[in-house]
């Protein structure tokens, strides 16, 4: 059994840090080693920071984005095209599409995927919300903006049918190829994918 090198103060920050995306325990212990060698400049802004979006932070009513406003920035947008909203699975994937600058449009955030092995249906996603949206009108299209998963089809062939009732054109992101790849070093679904999605020149 492993001795503690620390106080639980020191431990319970290496332990929090551990369970952040992207970082164990070995990065865990750098990252905190780095804080407090450097209290005042990073770690109490850090803390300051994170008490402040404990308390600020919320979800947007509409989309379901994160913010410190609800509405969100993005819905409170009016130079935003709101006749297109983008479908996605999650937060990142909408800050992933804005960074992009792909598309001045309206997002809806569903929250995850239909899964039903993990448990996750339609109701624990905000696949109604979504639908009210749409029903309200003044909807043209809805991008179904979700990963290229099992999970993700499904959840796509679903709000299809839910959405099949209203007059809105349902598109979907294209899938294959990506920018700079080579064709000998892609796998047989991206390029059978890639070559449903061809488009003419």
Not at 142 to 148: D, H, L, P, S
Request: aromatic share 2%.
């Amino acid at each position: 059994m492993s001795k503690s090198i620390a106080g639980p103060e020191i431990e319970r920050l290496i332990q929090l840090l551990a369970k952040l995306p992207g970082l164990g325990p070995r990065s865990a212990r750098r990252a905190t080693l780095h804080l407090v060698k450097r209290k005042e400049q990073l770690l109490a802004p850090l803390a300051a920071a994170m008490a402040t979006a404990l308390d600020e932070v919320k979800v947007c009513s509409t989309c379901g984005n994160i913010d410190t406003r609800d509405p969100c920035t993005i819905c409170c947008d009016h130079s935003r095209d709101a006749s297109v909203i983008v479908v996605v699975e999650d937060v990142a994937d909408l800050w992933a599409l804005e960074r992009a600058k792909a598309l001045n449009a309206a997002y809806h955030v569903l929250g995850g995927v239909l899964s039903p092995l993990e448990g996750i249906g339609p109701d624990d996603l905000t696949i109604r919300q979504l639908v009210a949206r749409v029903a309200a009108g003044g909807v043209d299209e809805v991008i179904v903006a979700v990963n290229a998963t099992v999970e993700g089809q499904t959840t796509a062939h679903y709000l299809i049918d839910q959405l099949a009732g209203f007059d809105v054109k349902i598109t979907r992101l294209a899938h294959g190829v990506p920018v700079g790849g080579e064709l000998d070093y892609l796998d047989e679904g991206t390029l059978s994918a890639a070559m449903r999605s061809r488009t003419a020149l």
